[in-house]
């Protein structure tokens, strides 16, 4: 017993022998430590850092003062006067830097961008012996990869904090603003701020409570009196942004079985958004919110189908999933329940539809949205949308009478987001044609060109819908858009030419209404598209192309002048490149002619005798032979072939 006494005896003085050898050399660590910090960062960015004075606090905390950092030729980027740190000995002893507490105060970060010389540019750089050994075949685990990123993340947020009088000033070129934060604390988990905008443009708070060690946090974030507004985003990209309040909420966060999962809330009261490629309007979302169930595997990244988001009263489950692997894989699937339409139409931000807004309905509709597309293969490309209704009616109209294309109506073409001239839809206009006066080879040229489902869908064909997405990412780029007759026949009578994200979806929404509810019959449909769609620079309607090009009257158009009409509907402005200066037809278009005619003499269309001399029987007769341009085949040529391209793989020809 005695001799375990002089064992722990000894073992005691050895460590507190340590202990104040430690103690006395800390000091001279530290700052070599420091030093080695400052070469290297000298070295491989040139940054010229400075600290004042620096020395150790208690056990575990450092102080730090009068430290500058400075870029080599470049404005000084920070700027702190104090700060202190104390990190947690137990959870280091567990190979974690957590800290435990910190405070500073008089601090300043300048974000500079000044010509072409950024101030933060070597945050951006890689280091160039990282890159040397970087490999490339080394698959990356997204689940362990994001697991760690936000343990580390959280280890880094203090238990305790105290941020006094800090200054994030941005200067990018003529745009400056900053952002003061009189303080930022942290205490007992629970975090409160005032931050500053600009002065006194505007004041700032974040508060809730955030737990670090436990995982999780309930945050939020909104402005004094008046919305949180961000006038630098709107100088810089032209982006109108603000809202009320912003919330965030995370429950819990679970690695099980290779898997990370995120659970947790997001929410925005009174969000305000306007962009010129987005809407012409401002768009008002009074409240949207998302109980989010994220999970992150090996190789994907999603969001569960335990998911619910809820834009006003509309309730919407939702599953995204994005996976990464030898291809890429984009799924998605949102739906709705069953809900009174009138809460669905009510629901709508203010601003989204601007033709819809007023519009009074009973019943009830639910929506969907499906689609899969595999990058590798885009013509397995899945893709299904709409709505399913129950005893639903439209009582009346809101800030448009979809019923106006019933009777005799005046239209507006826009002509480079300009209006061009009023044209009148009706009998008063001596170039307005009735269907049943319009070639039935115009008729039948046009459906087996734009939309040979017209008569039998509802407003959308789905298949070429799946097409043209499966085209465009083959292409890299928009190249169709798979509109059916209807979705362009709304596009020019309900809704301006300005190309916006937000169009399309209320150009559906309106083809929807029109065709499911049958406010309009399609012959009706079919002969106003034919009377007031562009067939050449200032020509519109049937009744004046016929006359342009052939100096005919509608009933009086042939197959091959029908084929032709067909085949420049996508692109009327191109029909000079189609003739030669003899006003006959150039070379390229026979596979064209060639395509449709035999499309059309396979549905019963025409007979074989139609198709004798065909594509030589079409020469310019009228005006338009006045337009022609005798080179530059290469580009509508190419564009042709796209067409036909296209048109073989939706009819499967």
């Keep these: 017993m005695k001799r375990v006494r002089i064992i722990l005896l000894i073992f005691l003085l050895l460590l507190l022998a340590l202990v104040v050898t430690a103690f006395a050399v800390r000091e001279s660590l530290l700052h070599r430590v420091i030093g080695k910090v400052i070469t290297s960062e000298k070295q491989k960015h040139h940054l010229d850092i400075r600290i004042g004075e620096a020395s150790f606090d208690g056990l575990s905390a450092v102080i730090l003062r009068q430290i500058s950092v400075v870029p080599e030729g470049k404005d000084t980027l920070l700027t702190v006067e104090n700060f202190r740190v104390q990190i947690s000995l137990a959870r280091l002893l567990t190979g974690h830097i957590k800290v435990k507490e910190l405070s500073s105060s008089n601090g300043r970060l300048l974000l500079s961008h000044r010509d072409s010389l950024r101030n933060f540019d ?87 409570m955030i737990d670090p060690s436990d995982k999780n946090l ?44 995120i659970f947790g809330n997001w929410s925005i009261r009174n969000l305000l958004i306007n962009h010129p490629k987005i809407a012409l309007d401002d768009i008002v979302v009074n409240h949207a919110s998302i109980d989010c169930n994220m999970f992150v595997g090996e190789n994907y990244v999603s969001v569960d189908s335990s998911s619910v988001a809820f834009l006003g009263q509309i309730k919407a489950h939702t599953f995204l999933k994005y996976t990464l692997g030898q291809s890429k894989i984009y799924e998605i699937d949102v739906h709705t329940g069953q809900m009174p339409a009138q809460d669905f139409f009510n629901s709508i931000p203010v601003g989204l539809f601007k033709s819809v807004e007023g519009i009074q309905v009973s019943g009830n509709l639910a929506c969907h949205v499906n689609l899969f597309l595999d990058e590798q293969n885009p013509w397995s490309c899945r893709f299904d949308a709409g709505f399913v209704k129950d005893n639903f009616r439209i009582h009346s109209f809101g800030n448009t009478n979809f019923a106006k294309i019933n009777g005799d109506f005046v239209y507006t073409p826009f002509e480079y987001g300009r209006p061009a001239r009023p044209i009148l839809v009706g009998p008063g206009n001596s170039d307005f044609t009735p269907l049943d006066q319009i070639s039935h080879y115009l008729r039948d040229a046009i459906l087996t060109s734009e939309d040979p489902s017209f008569f039998s869908h509802r407003g959308f064909y789905m298949e070429a819908l799946r097409q043209s997405i499966a085209t465009n990412m083959v292409a890299g780029r928009f190249k169709r858009g798979g509109s059916t007759i209807s979705m362009q026949l709304v596009k020019n009578v309900f809704l301006n030419r ?90 390229y278009l026979a596979g064209h002619f060639k395509l449709i005619s035999g499309l059309m003499l396979k549905r019963g269309k025409i007979s074989e005798s139609d198709t004798t001399n065909l594509f030589h029987s079409v020469v310019l007769r009228g005006p338009a032979r006045n337009y022609v341009i005798t080179d530059s085949l290469s580009v509508p040529a190419r564009e042709m072939n796209d067409e036909m391209d296209l048109l073989r793989n939706l009819l499967g020809e």
Excluded: C
């Design 218 to 261: 309930d945050l939020r974030f909104y402005a004094e009196q008046k919305k949180v507004e961000l006038p630098y985003i709107e100088q810089k990209f032209g982006l109108k942004l603000s809202f009320d309040t912003i919330s965030t909420r995370m429950d819990r966060i679970a690695f099980e079985q290779g898997q990370l999962r």
């Design 122 to 208: 070597f945050l951006f750089k890689k280091d160039s012996l990282a890159d040397t050994t970087t490999r490339t075949d080394v698959r990356i685990n997204l689940a362990r990869l994001a697991n760690n990123l936000i343990n580390k993340i959280l280890y880094k947020v203090p238990d305790e904090m105290e941020i006094r009088d800090y200054t994030l000033a941005v200067i990018d070129d003529e745009k400056k603003f900053d952002i003061h934060a009189d303080f930022i604390t942290i205490s007992r988990h629970q975090l409160q701020s005032t931050i500053r905008l600009n002065g006194k443009e505007a004041t700032w708070h974040a508060e809730g």
């Design 498 to 587: 300005n190309k916006t994200i937000l169009r399309k979806l209320e150009e559906a929404m309106i083809v929807w209404l029109i065709e499911n509810n049958r406010i309009s019959s399609k012959e009706r449909m079919f002969e106003v598209y034919l009377n007031i769609i562009e067939w050449a620079p200032d020509v519109y309607g049937i009744g004046e192309a016929s006359r342009f090009y052939f100096h005919k009257r509608p009933s009086q158009l042939s197959l091959g002048e029908s084929i032709f009409l067909a085949s420049i509907v996508p692109k009327p402005k191109k029909f000079k490149y189609s003739f030669t200066g003899t006003g006959q037809m150039k070379p």
